[in-house]
């Protein structure tokens, strides 16, 4: 397994683990790796500094590190899912066939949300339909 810092087209960087650089490769060509902010699927790598471990104290410190910066995004994701559901209607499959409506002011403007295909996705864009993906977080912790 390798770890690759990315940064999309739109300078938003994430972390993505891949079975190797091939593998990384393959994903970036067929556009089937998406930002996680915008879901642009233009990504690059970015700089990266190397992992050296100096022994367990150290590891243990990262990882605690880790785990309150994953909390506290997990709490914005978790406002921002509150927001989405209390200010938008929910479309469900729908959400490509709704926003197509909107765009072409075949139905009254109003903020929606759903789920939609990777395909539907990139479809929408190219008909400059506007609108976000938003990384959804279960309800539950597992």
Not at 42 to 62: F, H, L, V
Not at 108 to 117: A, F, K, L
């Amino acid at each position: 397994m390798i770890l690759y810092n990315l940064r999309c087209a739109h300078d938003h960087e994430f972390e993505a683990w891949f079975k190797d650089s091939n593998t990384y490769d393959k994903q970036v060509a067929a556009t089937k790796i998406a930002c996680p902010v915008c879901g642009n699927t233009g990504i690059q790598k970015a700089p990266m500094a190397p992992r050296i471990g100096s022994g367990a104290q150290k590891e243990q410190t990262n990882s605690t590190i880790d785990q309150s910066k994953f909390a506290k995004v997990r709490e914005v994701m978790k406002k921002v899912r509150a927001e989405i559901e209390n200010n938008c209607d929910y479309v469900g499959p729908d959400f490509a066939e709704e926003a197509r409506k909107i765009h072409y002011d075949e139905v009254d403007p109003r903020n929606i949300y759903g789920e939609t295909s990777q395909d539907e996705a990139r479809a929408l864009k190219e008909e400059g339909v506007d609108f976000t993906r938003v990384p959804w977080l279960p309800r539950n912790d597992s």
